[in-house]
């Protein structure tokens, strides 16, 4: 499960969300739950085989580094 913490879902979701197929197999949006610091958005995905948990936090913190607070792999 990725796990993404922002003040901005909506722009979060639009500039991770089309880059998600570069180092996953699937991936689908799996909710959102509202903190008091904004929001945490849920992801699931499968890696591909040559990607690694790394890559991937890697991509989603560049491309969201603006609106991200924080980003957990598991």
């Not at 197929?21 to 499968?46: D, I, N, P, S």
């Amino acid at each position: 499960t990725l796990r993404l913490v922002t003040g901005d879902p909506t722009t979060l979701r639009r500039v991770v969300e089309p880059r998600l197929a570069e180092f996953t197999k699937t991936w689908r949006f799996h909710g959102m739950e509202t903190l008091e610091e904004g929001a945490r958005l849920e992801y699931r995905v499968q890696l591909r085989k040559k990607s690694t948990p790394e890559e991937l936090l890697a991509l989603v913190r560049a491309v969201g580094a603006a609106q991200l607070s924080d980003a957990t792999l598991d």
